[in-house]
């Protein structure tokens, strides 16, 4: 069963949320972590106005999540992409991805930017790839060693197709 996509807007979906990033953090090699979570009120204030975090559902609750926050008036930034492990494969990541592309292009950006990392996270990178994300100039400091920026323009076709060979 695919998953559906919606944008966290109640204060349950910002629990859910909060517990999909606390996941995501965890998840991560040691390296590529943030440090923390913010509390979950942190969470709800960060995620309005021209910023926005998603959730995917299945039918056991939410499975994985992604946000999309504003670097300037142009530019939106897509972070956060997570999926839980036993629910990986499906091409929910991808849902994620092009919802938020989709809202990036609704709220007004010219162009999404993200950082990855190629090596650590192939997957995360062929995915980005597959929907027309190219490799960029650095658009801001990150704490973490080799980061991969990557960019994409808002008025780009976005492919909802669930396999990566594209």
């Known amino acids: 069963m695919a998953a559906m996509i919606r944008r966290a807007d109640r204060a349950d979906d910002f629990r859910e949320l909060h517990r999909l990033l606390v996941a995501y953090e965890d998840g991560l090699p040691p390296v590529l972590r943030h440090g923390s979570v913010p509390a979950v009120g942190e969470v709800e204030r960060f995620y309005r106005g021209r910023s926005a975090a998603f959730l995917a559902d299945s ?39 092009v919802r938020a592309l989709e809202y990036a292009k609704a709220a007004g950006y010219v ?19 597959s929907l027309g994300f190219t490799e960029c100039a650095p658009y801001a400091a990150v704490t973490y060693p ?14 909802r197709r669930s396999d990566l060979n594209r």
């Open 59 to 97: 039918a056991g609750g939410a499975i994985g999540c992604v946000a999309v926050t504003q670097l300037d008036e142009q530019t939106g930034v897509i972070m956060r992409l997570f999926v839980r492990p036993a629910n990986r494969g499906a091409g929910t990541a991808r849902a994620l991805v």
């Open 146 to 159: 080799c980061p991969t920026f990557m960019e994409r323009r808002c008025d780009s076709e976005v492919s």
């Open 111 to 129: 162009r999404v930017v993200l950082d990855t990392d190629k090596e650590r996270l192939p997957a995360a990178y062929r995915l980005y790839e």
